[in-house]
Nanobody
Framework: QVQLQESGPGLVKPSQTLSLTCTVS??????????WSWIRQPPGKGLEWIGY???????YYSPSLRSRTSISRDTSKNQFTLQLSSVTPEDTAVYYC????????????????????WGQGTQVTVSS
C-alpha cells in the first residue's frame, strides 16, 4: 500500500517561498511510469494541478504557475518537494501530493482517474 504524507509550514508570509515535502512509503518514486504530483484547493474553489516530477526526474508545471514553481526530489529519502515563490494570499489553499499513473498526456493536468494515491493534504495560509 502506497502512502503519501505532506509536511511543511502552515503559515507563510507574503512574498516568501512556500516549501512543502511529500514523503512516500510503500513504493519508490523512481519506479517507471509514475508521476508525483502537487495539487491545491483554495477555499471555496476546485482542485488545481500545480505540476509533477516524473519517475525519470523530469518536471512539468501548470503554465499559470510555472514561473513561480519548482518541484525536486530526494531519491535517497523517497521524497519530493514543492517550492512556490513570491506567494500572495491567493496561494492560500490545502496542498496535496498524489501519484499519477502513466498519464495519457504528459505535461497536461492529469484526469481524475489517472490519480491513484493521495496524501491527506495540508493547509497553507499566506498572511502577514
Amino acid at each position: 500500500q502506497v502512502q503519501l504524507q505532506e509536511s511543511g509550514p502552515g503559515l507563510v508570509k507574503p512574498s516568501q517561498t512556500l516549501s512543502l515535502t511529500c514523503t512516500v512509503s510503500g513504493g519508490s518514486i523512481t519506479t517507471n511510469y509514475y508521476y508525483w504530483s502537487w495539487i491545491r484547493q483554495p477555499p471555496g474553489k476546485g482542485l488545481e494541478w500545480i505540476g509533477y516530477i516524473a519517475y525519470s526526474g523530469s518536471t512539468y508545471y501548470s503554465p499559470s504557475l510555472r514561473s513561480r514553481t519548482s518541484i525536486s526530489r530526494d531519491t535517497s529519502k523517497n521524497q519530493f518537494t514543492l517550492q512556490l515563490s513570491s506567494v500572495t494570499p491567493e496561494d492560500t489553499a490545502v496542498y496535496y501530493c498524489a501519484r499519477v499513473v502513466n498519464p495519457a498526456r504528459v505535461g497536461a493536468p492529469p484526469t481524475k482517474r489517472e490519480y491513484d494515491y493521495w496524501g491527506q493534504g495540508t493547509q497553507v495560509t499566506v498572511s502577514s
